[in-house]
Each structure stands twice: as structure tokens, then as C-alpha cells.
């Protein structure tokens, strides 16, 4: 079973920063989507941002200008630089990918905590 690993999370304080990063090292397959997910307490999970081979990142209107996503290809690995974090924004973060063939892979999840 491929593992999704990913890393990054923490507490920032309102305007800080933080970097995110997924990798599934266990794939023998190429990715079709790269994308994150978050889910704040009480709420239901929602797509932040996501990338298919090929294409643009997209991102959820909240996050847009203030997070930034990286695809590599080659090495089938992702990250999502979050600028100008707000409050808001904390919530478990999870990597999404759908691999070439279709199948769903979700990471454990990484805590964003934004708070002064």
C-alpha cells in the first residue's frame, strides 16, 4: 500500500508563514492530481488547492494570493507555501492525490494552527 508522508504543520502567529510538503515514495505510478485538503473543527473537510499534471494550481478563493502550490513531476512530491497566514486558516491539512490510474490517496493530516 503507498504511504502518503507529509510534513510542515505547526502554530504560527497571524501573518506568518508556513510550508507544507507531501510525498508518496511508494508509487510506481505517476500522479494525475496533487492537491491539499483541509478540515477545521466543526466543519467539513474543503479543497484548498490542487494541480493536475499538466495544468495550473488552482486554489479555493480564501487562500488565493497568500498560498502557493509546487509540483515536482519528476519526483511525484508537492508543497504548499501558506503566506499572510490568518486565523482561519487552522485546520488539518491533508495531501490529496490521485494517482494515474485513478486510485485515492489521502495523507494522515498535518495540525495548522494560526493564533496570536
Known amino acids: 500500500q503507498v504511504q502518503v508522508m507529509e510534513s510542515g504543520g505547526g502554530s504560527v502567529q497571524p501573518g506568518g508563514s508556513l510550508r507544507l510538503s507531501c510525498a508518496a515514495p511508494?508509487?510506481?505510478?505517476?500522479?494525475?492530481?496533487m492537491g491539499w485538503y483541509r478540515q477545521a473543527p466543526g466543519k467539513e473537510r474543503e479543497l484548498v488547492a490542487y494541480?493536475?499534471?499538466?495544468?495550473?494550481?488552482e486554489y479555493v478563493d480564501s487562500v488565493k494570493g497568500r498560498f502557493t502550490l509546487s509540483r515536482d513531476i519528476a519526483k511525484n512530491t508537492a508543497s504548499l507555501q501558506m503566506n499572510s497566514l490568518k486565523p482561519e486558516d487552522t485546520a488539518v491539512y491533508y495531501c490529496?492525490?490521485?494517482?494515474?490510474?485513478?486510485?485515492?490517496?489521502w495523507g494522515q493530516g498535518t495540525q495548522v494552527t494560526v493564533s496570536s
Open positions: 494541480q493536475i499534471t499538466g495544468g495550473l494550481p
Open positions: 490529496h492525490i490521485i494517482q494515474a490510474g485513478g486510485r485515492v490517496l
Open positions: 511508494g508509487s510506481n505510478s505517476g500522479f494525475a492530481r
